[in-house]
C-alpha cells in the first residue's frame, strides 16, 4: 500500500499551514507596527538593529528591501523620533553606522511580550528533537526567502 496520497496530503497542509502563518505573521507585524507609530519598513529596520547591534545604512537597505534613498528618509525619521543614533564610521566617513537607542529597546520589545510567553509555552511540550527540526526547517526557509529575494531584485522572473 502506497504512503503517497497521505504525503501529499500532509505536504498540501504544510504548505497550507506555511502561508496562513506567513499572512497572520505580517498582518501582525502591521498591527505592532501601529501600536508604535511606525510603518512595517521602520519596524523590520529596528528589530534588525535590536538583533544585531548595529549596521551600516546599507545593510539596512538590504535587510529591508528599500532603496537607500528611502532608508536615508527612513532613519532620519527613526533618528528623529529617538529610536536610532547615527555616526558616521571612522573607518569610511562615506558609511553611516546605525544603532537602537538602548532605552527604546524595552519599548520595541513591549508589543512582543505576552506572544512571545505564549509561544513559550507552546515549545514547552516539544522534544529536542522536535525543536532541532523546526530549527532546521526554519533555517532551510530563510535560505529559500533570501535565494528569491536575490532572485527578484536581479529582475529574473523566470
Not at 510603518?39 to 528599500?66: K, M, W
Not at 512582543?112 to 522536535?130: C, H, M, N, P, T
Request: charged share 30%; glycine share 6%; aromatic share 6%.
Amino acid at each position: 500500500m502506497s504512503h503517497e496520497p497521505a504525503r501529499a496530503s500532509a505536504i498540501a497542509d504544510l504548505m497550507r499551514a506555511g502561508r496562513e502563518n506567513s499572512r497572520l505573521s505580517m498582518v501582525f507585524r502591521y498591527a505592532v507596527a501601529d501600536r508604535l507609530g511606525l510603518t512595517v519598513s521602520d519596524l523590520e529596520c529596528l528589530d534588525h538593529l535590536a538583533d544585531v547591534g548595529s549596521a551600516t545604512a546599507g545593510q539596512v537597505a538590504e535587510r529591508t528591501n528599500l532603496t537607500t534613498g528611502a532608508v536615508t528618509s527612513m532613519l532620519r525619521r527613526l533618528q528623529q523620533a529617538g529610536w536610532v543614533t547615527a555616526e558616521r564610521d571612522p573607518a569610511d566617513r562615506r558609511r553611516v553606522i546605525v544603532t537602537l537607542r538602548a532605552e527604546r529597546a524595552a519599548e520595541l520589545e513591549q508589543p512582543y511580550e505576552r506572544f512571545a510567553g505564549r509561544a513559550k509555552q507552546l515549545i514547552e511540550g516539544y522534544s529536542v528533537d522536535d525543536l532541532r527540526l523546526l530549527v532546521r526547517h526554519f533555517d532551510h526557509l530563510q535560505a529559500l526567502y533570501l535565494a528569491e529575494l536575490d532572485r527578484l531584485r536581479g529582475g529574473d522572473t523566470a
